[in-house]
């Protein structure tokens, strides 16, 4: 079954950040789909079954990004995480 995530991601500033982002959890077992907005740091992914939230923060972290803590919006206010 699909299940829909957003985490935000923090350090992006320009659109190769996004798609360095994007091309690096769209790289994981499961992810059928991402979506990064650069704006806010909200990245929406798509995966089969439940995400792998550890190997996403990895995936990013080795990307050279980071994932904000859960509840702790990372760049915008106004984001429900
Ligand atoms: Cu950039």
């Known amino acids: 079954m699909a ?3 957003i985490i935000t991601v923090t350090g992006m500033t320009c659109g190769h950040c996004t798609s360095t982002v994007g091309n690096a959890i769209d790289a994981l077992d499961g992810v059928e789909d991402v979506a990064v907005d650069l704006d806010s740091g909200a990245v929406t992914i798509r995966s089969d079954g439940e995400l792998n939230r550890d190997a996403v ?18 760049l915008g206010d106004n984001l429900l995480i």
């Open 3 to 5: 299940t829909t995530t």
């Open 57 to 74: 923060s990895k995936a990013v972290a080795d990307a050279g990004y980071a994932v904000a803590p859960e509840g702790e919006p990372g």
